[in-house]
């Protein structure tokens, strides 16, 4: 009698679990990647497979242009909160999509006009944008994910981070991301509430 309330238990206990599971995968946001411009299928298709890593959630566009508007022509660059204000309306409210470019991207920053930036997001939102331009050649494919990790976090509502070796650190208008190692114990906590599945 025992040995058989200890199976239904044991049944009961893996049924629950495996309901946990399905809706930590339901109450996980849509990660839309939207490819900007000449933005390479190549690299785009890489960046799904990362994501999908974190969150099977992950739905790949066709590229489409830079907004209309967007364009800085003094710099010869485009402005990401333009392009954030643009494609945050393109998506659901089950969604948050991250633009990539190839091109330099800008915003304003303190007294600032046109401060060149790798990546921005809004905080919480529901639109980040990252750019290529500013990232080591040698280790381009490593950092853009790392970068694309990090917008993304900010969507879901993480600032930066003090601690240098956490992905979501301020770049403080350089490049540390080869410092970066991965969340830290905190914004890997924070994330996990949000469903990202991070180890």
């Not at 058989?4 to 339901?26: A, H, M, P, Q």
Request: with cysteine; net charge positive; proline share 4%.
């Amino acid at each position: 009698m025992k040995y058989g309330v200890f199976i239904l238990l044991f049944s009961l206990c893996s049924c629950i679990n495996k309901r946990d599971n399905e809706n930590t995968v339901k109450s996980q946001k849509v990660i839309v990647i939207q490819p900007l411009g000449n933005f390479e299928p190549k690299q785009s298709q890489k960046v799904l497979t990362e994501i999908k890593t974190i969150n099977p959630n992950v739905v790949l566009r066709q590229n489409i242009d830079f907004p209309e508007k967007s364009f800085y022509k003094p710099r010869n660059r485009y402005r990401a909160d333009s392009i954030i204000k643009n494609l945050k309306n393109s998506i659901g409210s089950d969604s948050v999509i991250v633009g990539l470019s190839h091109f330099d991207i800008s915003t304003t920053k303190n007294n600032i006009k046109d401060w060149g930036v790798m990546g921005l997001g809004y905080m919480p939102g529901k639109a980040c944008v990252v750019s290529d331009f500013r990232l080591s050649k040698k280790h381009r494919n490593s950092q853009f994910y790392k970068l694309v990790l990090h917008e993304l976090g900010h969507t879901a509502g993480l600032p930066h981070c003090k601690i240098k070796t956490c992905l979501m650190r301020d770049a403080e208008g350089g490049n540390p991301l080869n410092e970066e190692k991965d969340f830290c114990k905190s914004c890997k906590s924070f994330l996990k509430n949000k469903g990202w599945q991070l180890i």
